[in-house]
């Protein structure tokens, strides 16, 4: 009786040993989250994102796998990780220690051209937008909203009163920061919306302490470099670009004709400009006329003569383990991107400062269409055009439906944008 006990004793320990090793075998070998981000293997790359962020307000392990499999996500696995991927319809693979290492042993070799970056903290998100905007009016608060990243709006009397402080990543909505109204004089003076606009920017302006609109958006313009220059990170789009960099080199300077600001512009204006003030422009000549719809000679738009079907820019190369950041900046499934228009559709090379780094370009017109700078500690980002989705963007048009193009090439820059700042920064070495 004894020596079955004996037996069955044995037995039990055997049974319970090998339990748990089948068990430790399996927790090691479902201990990573893949998100692949290639063109074959992902079905919702601009979900993915908003996945990615929900990890890191998660306090999971993110790592960001440059150039592996179109700049992949690699994510500690919990039960509620996947469960999100699964509503969210973002496609993952459960991945095996043995099988990370290998991954993270190809991404380090020095022949290959890929790098991995830590992601430390969910970025806490700003865009600078007029009260009553729709979402839909500007392509990055829908990327945010379909990636399901929250953001926080702020206006002009926040930005005046330091917030930004608050915020570690600020897009400026498609603004007019030279006080002319975007420029829509010709067209549209006369309609209820752009007078209605042009009473309440006046309004606020007096609210604040302002004569003109145009002095206090210089001033919003002002603040947000010093935001910067502080270490922020900007990434504008479409007119709030180049009318930024106006701005700013126009300090003290009255570029506004009478219908804008109740008095002529001073004689001698575009002498005055002062371009070691701007961020990204120099040496531009700015449209004198208010009957144009155009800012200056940076902007490409009247300049193109491509059709739609061939309208494409080229992502740039660059080295993952020398230029982090541009790589980052640059992650897609396809180095060809749809081209789309806006208000300011494209940059002129001629009027892009040495220092700021050409991120994308179309060769067919020899424009810009995405570039990236430093500014004092911090970093900027322009992206010329409207919506990525939309070609050419016009005024009471619908808004897009992102649903249709979960995958698209264009909005992935805007989101790799929003995670820039989450990343543990590695110095720049060239």
């Known amino acids: ?21 089948f068990l430790s075998g399996f927790r090691v070998s479902a201990s990573q989250l893949l998100i692949p981000m290639d063109g074959d293997s992902q079905k919702n790359h601009l979900k993915a994102y908003g996945i990615t962020y929900f990890a890191l307000e998660e306090d999971l392990e993110v790592r960001w796998l440059l150039n592996y499999r179109g700049g992949s996500f690699l994510i500690s696995d919990t039960e509620e990780l996947r469960k999100e991927c699964q509503i969210r319809g973002v496609s993952f693979e459960v991945i095996s220690d043995d099988k990370t290492q290998s991954i993270l042993e190809e991404i380090s070799s020095p022949s290959q051209n890929m790098e991995t970056v830590v992601l430390e903290k969910a970025p806490k998100i700003a865009v600078y937008s007029p009260q009553g905007n729709k979402p839909w009016d500007d392509a ?16 002009d009397e926040a930005v005046l009163n330091d917030a930004l402080i608050l915020y570690d990543w600020l897009h400026l909505h498609h603004e ?8 829509f004089y010709r067209t549209f003076r006369t309609t209820p919306w752009y007078i209605q606009e042009k009473e309440e920017a006046e309004a606020l302006a007096e609210k604040l302490g302002y004569n003109k609109v145009s002095e206090e958006k210089r001033d919003v313009a002002l603040k947000i470099r010093d935001y910067v220059v502080g270490g922020g990170f900007m990434f504008a789009m479409c007119s709030a670009t180049d009318s930024f960099d106006i701005a700013l080199a126009a300090k003290g300077v009255d570029i506004a004709e009478t219908m804008f600001d109740g008095d002529p512009s001073e004689p001698g204006y575009q002498s005055k400009l002062d371009f070691s003030n701007t961020f990204a422009f120099t040496d531009f000549n700015l449209e004198r006329s208010p009957m144009v719809y155009e800012f200056s000679s940076i902007d490409m738009t009247a300049k193109r003569n491509i059709p739609k079907e061939t309208d494409y820019f080229t992502l740039m190369d660059f080295s993952a383990k020398w230029d982090v950041v541009p790589t980052m900046l640059t992650q897609n499934h396809t180095r060809l991107v749809k081209g789309f228009m806006g208000q300011t559709t494209a940059y002129n090379p001629n009027n892009i400062k040495a220092n700021v780094l050409v991120m994308g370009e179309s060769k067919l017109n020899g424009e810009a269409r995405y570039i990236h700078g430093i500014k004092g500690k911090g970093f900027f980002t322009f992206y010329g055009g409207h919506d990525p989705e939309d070609y050419q963007h016009r005024v009471g048009d619908p808004k897009t439906e992102l649903d249709l193009h979960p995958t698209s090439p264009g909005y992935r820059l805007i989101l790799n944008n929003v995670l820039f700042p989450a990343a543990k920064k590695k110095p720049q070495k060239t």
């Not at 007019?176 to 420029?183: E, V």
């Open 176 to 183: 007019d920061f030279t006080g002319q109204y975007g420029k």
């Open 140 to 155: 990055v608060t829908m990327a945010l909203t379909y990636a399901e990243i929250p953001y926080e709006t702020i206006y």
């Open 1 to 21: 009786m004894f020596l079955n006990d004996q037996k069955s004793g044995k037995f039990t320990v055997l049974l319970v040993f090998f339990v748990l090793l």
